[in-house]
């Protein structure tokens, strides 16, 4: 959900800049099942636009026609949606409205945060009743959980309203696809990643002549031997890719990659090529961590009989969900489940 939080931060940021009044919605608790879980928000601006979502699309037209109060009021409030009656989630969304105003030093210090790949803080308060809303029915933010910055205003002081239930999140550093390789499958896994809201990095060899404009969805483009690749943050946040085409090229990214700790590491080939590269690995780097290899996944990508670039690259964004959300069960149709 980082990615849906940024864009909201940054379109907020221009609201701003251009005197155009918006609206955060947030659902802070859940009675039953929804589509969508607590924590996620969307921003109204004054003539309707909606940036992210609450629901499947089902709930947002409710929300645009409460936010109009919130408008006209400038006070926060809550409203709830029971989709008991209206959908099949068979459950109760409370979502609260507030004002939002993300001046320019509000929007650096969160953008600064983002850059530096640190955790997010969030915290806020609500209730359950949609009666008038007391005061302190606000969203806070802090970097450190120590001090904390209202949405509404960045030098708002941080209070406790005794009578508010507080619902509170961390957001994660923005997840990362590494690519190193820039055959057509790599421009195609690039865009679809992109598509997931992931940052992606794409390496292409030295001499390769193309531009970042030719990887759409990439946010950036380096050319970097195995051994220039050190300096990169690749953290516990990021997934790497192995796609060169090149047995010795990989081989020789994977053993650089040793210096780095991303959480899953994709190798396109057969499993005969896994193996011997592990077999490498092993020889030349016999002090490397049985945790280390666990995170080389090759083929990388699921079993979905997949045969095109697009159906690879959706394969391989399949088994990454599956290694970060820790989902231990073979995937297979929810149908089946």
């Given at each position: 959900?980082?990615?849906?939080?940024?864009?909201?931060?940054?379109?907020?940021?221009?609201?701003?800049?251009?005197?155009?009044?918006?609206?955060?919605?947030?659902?802070?608790?859940?009675?039953?099942?929804?589509?969508?879980?607590?924590?996620?928000?969307?921003?109204?601006?004054?003539?309707?636009?909606?940036?992210?979502?609450?629901?499947?699309?089902?709930?947002?037209?409710?929300?645009?026609?409460?936010?109009?109060?919130?408008?006209?009021?400038?006070?926060?409030?809550?409203?709830?949606?029971?989709?008991?009656?209206?959908?099949?989630?068979?459950?109760?969304?409370?979502?609260?409205?507030?004002?939002?105003?993300?001046?320019?030093?509000?929007?650096?210090?969160?953008?600064?945060?983002?850059?530096?790949?640190?955790?997010?803080?969030?915290?806020?308060?609500?209730?359950?009743?949609?009666?008038?809303?007391?005061?302190?029915?606000?969203?806070?933010?802090?970097?450190?959980?120590?001090?904390?910055?209202?949405?509404?205003?960045?030098?708002?002081?941080?209070n406790n309203p005794k009578e508010l239930a507080?619902?509170?999140?961390?957001?994660?550093?923005?997840?990362?696809?590494?690519?190193?390789?820039?055959?057509?499958?790599?421009?195609?896994?690039?865009?679809?990643?992109?598509?997931?809201?992931?940052?992606?990095?794409?390496?292409?060899?030295?001499?390769?002549?193309?531009?970042?404009?030719?990887?759409?969805?990439?946010?950036?483009?380096?050319?970097?031997?195995?051994?220039?690749?050190?300096?990169?943050?690749?953290?516990?946040?990021?997934?790497?890719?192995?796609?060169?085409?090149?047995?010795?090229?990989?081989?020789?990214?994977?053993?650089?990659?040793?210096?780095?700790?991303?959480?899953?590491?994709?190798?396109?080939?057969?499993?005969?090529?896994?193996?011997?590269?592990?077999?490498?690995?092993?020889?030349?780097?016999?002090?490397?961590?049985?945790?280390?290899?666990?995170?080389?996944?090759?083929?990388?990508?699921?079993?979905?009989?997949?045969?095109?670039?697009?159906?690879?690259?959706?394969?391989?964004?399949?088994?990454?969900?599956?290694?970060?959300?820790?989902?231990?069960?073979?995937?297979?149709?929810?149908?089946?489940?």
């Open positions: 959900m980082t990615h849906e939080f940024k864009r909201i931060i940054e379109t907020a940021h221009h609201y701003y800049l251009n005197k155009i009044n918006c609206v955060l919605a947030s659902v802070v608790a859940l009675d039953g099942s929804s589509y969508r879980k607590p924590g996620v928000r969307m921003l109204i601006a004054e003539d309707g636009t909606m940036t992210g979502a609450v629901s499947g699309g089902c709930v947002e037209k409710e929300v645009i026609f409460q936010a109009a109060s919130v408008f006209k009021t400038q006070q926060s409030k809550m409203m709830t949606y029971d989709g008991r009656y209206r959908l099949g989630c068979e459950g109760i969304l409370y979502i609260s409205l507030e004002p939002l105003t993300i001046t320019t030093d509000l929007h650096n210090t969160i953008q600064q945060q983002f850059k530096a790949r640190s955790p997010l803080y969030i915290k806020s308060y609500y209730r359950k009743t949609i009666e008038e809303a007391p005061l302190g029915l606000q969203t806070y933010i802090s970097l450190d959980k120590k001090n904390w910055l209202s949405l509404s205003s960045s030098s708002a002081n941080h507080e619902f509170e999140q961390t957001l994660a550093p923005l997840f990362q696809v590494f690519i190193f390789g820039a055959e057509h499958d790599s421009v195609q896994l690039c865009l679809l990643c992109s598509f997931m809201g992931w940052e992606v990095i794409v390496n292409a060899p030295p001499n390769d002549p193309r531009e970042l404009k030719d990887f759409p969805g990439a946010s950036q483009l380096l050319h970097l031997n195995p051994e220039e690749i050190k300096p990169l943050k690749i953290d516990a946040n990021a997934a790497v890719i192995l796609m060169n085409h090149n047995y010795a090229k990989d081989f020789n990214f994977l053993i650089h990659l040793m210096d780095h700790a991303p959480c899953y590491i994709g190798i396109l080939g057969s499993r005969k090529r896994r193996i011997k590269l592990l077999n490498e690995l092993i020889e030349i780097k016999p002090e490397v961590s049985y945790e280390w290899v666990d995170r080389i996944h090759g083929p990388a990508g699921l079993d979905i009989a997949a045969i095109t670039p697009q159906e690879i690259a959706n394969a391989i964004i399949s088994e990454i969900l599956v290694v970060t959300r820790k989902h231990k069960k073979a995937a297979q149709s929810l149908s089946l489940i």
